[in-house]
């Protein structure tokens, strides 16, 4: 059965940088994209970018552009995000989902909650 | 940037009844849009795909309408697993593939 498992929750001081994984079972990974969505805590969902795990292109939210960086390890079908210069705003809980060719979301990860504090 | 619109933000209705969920996009999103429900302490899951079409597993009183700008997600009669929040999402002119704001769906 498709699984996306995801890296643990972290703590992190600002300005720090934080790596999650998200690794894939249950299907051929380079099929697929792997979309980034996040939730603030008692807040809506913001997409935060995709990846083909095909040719490692990506799209990423503006707002993020310059301090996300998302990648893929077909090896090990694993899908990482990183996040740099961490402010107490990104505090929230990260997810990964199984990006279909049409754009939707049909498996997604236990989610990794990152918690930016001094 | 599209903006995702969804009304109410809170609703309450009764278990047995129907509940009518709205969205709308700023631009039109063709039929690239899917519905989302969330659990607390839970990940979303996938509803519904393409305006209309229900992903694998999900029963049959979800469904999806509408196309353009306005959408609407009905669930038909209410069961307790049902009281959630909900989500619409396009991915039709990305990035970025913007979501609404959510609809809290409670018992009344």
């Known amino acids: 059965q498709v699984q996306l498992v995801q890296s643990g929750a972290e703590v992190k001081k600002p300005g720090a940088s934080v790596k999650v994984s998200c690794k894939a079972s249950?299907?051929?990974?380079?099929?697929?994209?792997i979309s980034w969505v996040r939730q603030a805590p008692g807040q809506g969902l913001e997409w935060m970018g995709w990846?083909?795990?095909?040719?490692?292109?990506?799209n990423y939210a503006q707002k993020l552009q310059g301090r996300v960086t998302m990648t893929t390890d077909t090896s090990t079908s694993t899908a990482y995000m990183e996040l740099r210069s961490l402010r107490s705003d990104d505090t929230a809980v990260y997810y990964c989902?199984?990006?279909?060719?049409?754009?939707?979301?049909?498996?997604w990860g236990q989610g990794t909650l990152v918690t930016v504090s001094s | 940037e599209i903006v995702m619109t969804q009304s109410p933000a809170t609703l309450s209705v009764s278990p047995g009844e129907r509940a009518t969920l709205s969205c709308r996009a700023s631009?039109?999103?063709?039929?690239?849009l899917a519905w989302y429900q969330q659990k607390p302490g839970q990940a979303p899951r996938l509803l519904i795909y393409?305006?209309?079409t229900r992903a694998t597993g999900i029963p049959a009183r979800f469904s999806g309408s509408g196309s353009g700008t306005e959408f609407t997600l009905t669930i038909s009669s209410l069961q307790s697993e049902d009281f959630a929040v909900y989500y619409c999402?396009?991915?039709?002119?990305?990035?970025?593939?913007?979501f609404g704001q959510g609809t809290k769906l409670e018992i009344k």
């Open positions: 631009q039109s999103v063709s039929s690239n």
């Open positions: 990846i083909s795990a095909y040719n490692g292109n990506t």
């Open positions: 249950g299907y051929t990974f380079t099929s697929y994209g």
């Open positions: 999402q396009q991915y039709n002119n990305w990035p970025p593939r913007t």
């Open positions: 393409g305006a209309s």
């Open positions: 989902a199984r990006d279909l060719v049409a754009g939707h979301n049909d498996y």
